[in-house]
């Protein structure tokens, strides 16, 4: 029956990504979930595999201010969290700077630049950060520190910059408490997520809501984990059930 095609369809299509996921969470892959910082409204997801000290990241991000470069961070040092959004701190109207944040999610750690030096010294490159919310991936080696905090779970990846006005570029009054020649606009922090060990908690399609926040911890990150590994395993059983029935109806 050609009825049941766009359901297997739509079934494979679901299903096939979360199948090709192994059942357990490989070892040096990470994931990090970022949520708004300052009422960004930015949503981001980080995928990294950590080899040694080789580094293989990828960010994903929506929300960011269009045509203006985003600093991006790995921070490390801190208490390895995330301020929360509501969170007020020393910048116009209460807006979260980057040191005020600083003993949460520690100082820059390496620098996800687009290309060239990725140490702390080039924290704020803007001409070697991505414009808006372009996609990012690099792959580049780390320093054992870290690759340490990576591995303890202790490394926080940040965006920065925030259009707090409105104006649709970087600017206002406060300066940046990183650099006295930006506008604070230009380094406050975006988005912020720590990175956890284990694949995308997210599901392609929506099939699962891990309900994280920006405080989202180890537990829940771990409970949202299992999660995934019995979807998996369900959305294998549902494949195989339906490959079973379309082969039926077609002989
Ligand atoms: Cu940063």
Redesign the pocket.
Same mark, same amino acid.
């Given at each position: 029956m050609r009825k049941s095609i766009p359901a297997a369809a739509a079934l494979a299509l679901g299903a096939f990504p979360l199948a090709a996921l192994p059942a357990s969470a490989a070892d040096g892959t990470y994931t990090a979930n970022l949520t708004q910082l300052n009422d960004s409204g930015v949503t981001s997801t980080a995928m990294a595999t950590l080899d040694g000290n080789t580094l293989d990241i990828s960010i994903e991000s929506q929300g960011l201010l269009a045509g203006s470069p985003h600093?991006? %961070?790995i921070?490390i040092g801190g208490m390895g969290q995330c301020p929360s959004n509501d969170d007020e701190g020393s910048g116009a109207d209460g807006a979260l700077q =980057?040191s005020d944040a600083a003993d949460q999610y520690g100082m820059?750690g390496a620098s996800l630049t687009t290309e060239g030096d990725t140490s702390p010294d080039s924290?704020l490159a803007v001409d070697r950060f991505p414009v808006g919310d372009d996609s990012y991936q690099r792959s580049f080696e780390v320093s054992d520190d870290v690759a340490a905090a990576i591995e303890d779970g202790t490394a926080v990846v =940040?965006l %920065?910059g925030v259009d707090q006005n409105g104006s649709g570029e970087y600017d206002g009054e406060v300066m940046s408490d990183l650099d006295d020649s930006l506008p604070e606009e230009a380094t406050n922090?975006a988005a912020c997520g720590v990175l956890t060990a284990g694949q995308m908690t997210e599901m392609p399609g929506g099939g699962v809501e891990t309900g994280g926040g920006s405080t989202a911890g180890m537990e829940e990150a771990g409970l949202a984990a299992l999660g995934g590994t019995l979807l998996v395993g369900g959305a294998g059983l549902g494949l195989l059930a339906a490959r079973r029935r379309t082969a039926d109806e077609r002989s």
């Open positions: 600093a991006q %961070h921070h =980057v820059i924290g =940040v %920065h922090p």
